[in-house]
T-cell receptor, first 115, second 114 residues
Framework: NAGVMQNPRHLVRRRGQEARLRCSPMKGHSHVYWYRQLPEEGLKFMVYLQKENIIDESGMPKERFSAEFPKEGPSILRIQQVVRGDSAAYFC?????????????FGPGTRLTVL | DAKTTQPNSMESNEEEPVHLPCNHSTISGTDYIHWYRQLPSQGPEYVIHGLTSNVNNRMASLAIAEDRKSSTLILHRATLRDAAVYYCILPGLGNTGTASKLTFGTGTRLQVTL
């Protein structure tokens, strides 16, 4: 069973461009979470999605950031008009729905560099 | 989520046991105690979780105080590959009634030396 897959692993964008980060959850997992880790800082929750629904977006910046998890295909984290402060490692995690406890499985991350 | 407090860093010699403490004095009765770790340049990795009783798995043991206000992650024989930042997390329950987001603090950076 393949783990959580993220691509690209490294992404370089110039200021003002768009960044699209993709996450394929583990097989059978219908819950996806996105986290951001700024340089030398801890991980911060961004958004939690189930198939076709956003469950909790309390950690998402109000502007330029959006996320989706369509019925078919990977989850996408989209950052419009990137700025240097968006440079960070973005991690995706997935979990099954097993009741009151859900272990999260993390991908290797996408390292975004904004020039 | 309930707040956790961990030492910033700890050191251990290889092949010796390591006890990583975590204080969570505001824990509620339904909070599970989770531990994750993050190796350099990698995504976080689940280690272990528990509610009231001590727990063991192939990676580690989790000792939970009787009043549940603190817990200790035990690595029985540290190796160089255990060098990582260890996070103690109490995720609580989201509005769907299941554990949801993880709130990572600063964790404990474990250094393992030969």
């Amino acid at each position: 069973n393949a783990g959580v897959m993220q691509n690209p692993r490294h992404l370089v964008r110039r200021r003002g461009q768009e960044a699209r980060l993709r996450c394929s959850p583990m097989k059978g997992h219908s819950h996806v979470y996105w986290y951001r880790q700024l340089p030398e800082e801890g991980l911060k929750f961004m958004v939690y999605l189930q198939k076709e629904n956003i469950i909790d977006e309390s950690g998402m910046p109000k502007e330029r950031f959006s996320a989706e998890f369509p019925k078919e295909g990977p989850s996408i984290l989209r950052i419009q008009q990137v700025v240097r402060g968006d440079s960070a490692a973005y991690f995706c995690a997935s979990s099954p729905n097993r009741g009151t406890y859900n272990e999260q499985f993390f991908g290797p991350g996408t390292r975004l560099t904004v020039l | 989520d309930a707040k956790t407090t961990q030492p910033n860093s700890m050191e251990s010699n290889e092949e010796e046991p390591v006890h990583l403490p975590c204080n969570h004095s505001t824990i509620s009765g339904t909070d599970y105690i989770h531990w994750y770790r993050q190796l350099p340049s990698q995504g976080p990795e689940y280690v272990i979780h528990g509610l009231t009783s001590n727990v063991n798995n192939r990676m580690a043991s989790l000792a939970i105080a009787e009043d549940r206000k603190s817990s200790t992650l035990i690595l029985h024989r540290a190796t160089l590959r255990d060098a990582a930042v260890y996070y103690c997390i109490l995720p609580g329950l989201g509005n769907t009634g299941t554990a949801s987001k993880l709130t990572f603090g600063t964790g404990t950076r474990l250094q393992v030396t030969l």
